[in-house]
């Protein structure tokens, strides 16, 4: 399987589980590595024949900067489970969600979840 890295997205939504994380917000930085078949698209220079990674970062900044979640790990699911259903030629995706500043008083550079996401036999998204 070839690779599709789309790095360092850049979003400010309003996850968290306290309440002034869902009132002032926060910086969120996503990472995507999507595993497909990207050969067509070598020899045939053509769009249609790969991910529009245009359209691929507007869906991911409607996830991240739509409707709160409680936990990252939530939001990287959804983001996983939205980017499969809406793009069948992705056979696997990774989804790196960093939150880099949590209201803790604690210093560190921030928590990142990462998930991985598969289409099964029948072409639906499960663990990988």
Do not use: C, W
Not at 76 to 86: K, M, N, P, Q
Not at 96 to 110: A, E, L, M, Q, S
């Amino acid at each position: 399987m070839d690779h599709m890295i789309v790095k360092g997205m850049r979003f400010y939504g309003y996850h968290g589980v306290f309440p002034e994380e869902n009132k002032l917000g926060q910086k969120f930085y996503v990472d995507l590595d999507l595993l497909m078949d990207l050969e067509q698209a070598a020899k045939t220079d053509d769009l249609n024949a790969t991910i529009n990674y245009a359209e691929l970062h507007a869906l991911t900044k409607g996830i991240v900067e739509g409707p709160p979640f409680k936990l990252i790990e939530a939001l990287t699911g959804h983001i996983a489970s939205r980017v499969l259903e809406a793009y069948t030629m992705i056979n696997e995706v990774t989804v790196r969600v960093t939150k880099p500043n949590p209201p803790f008083d604690i210093h560190f550079d921030g928590v990142t979840i990462e998930l991985r996401r598969k289409r099964d036999g029948d072409g639906k998204p499960v663990r990988a």
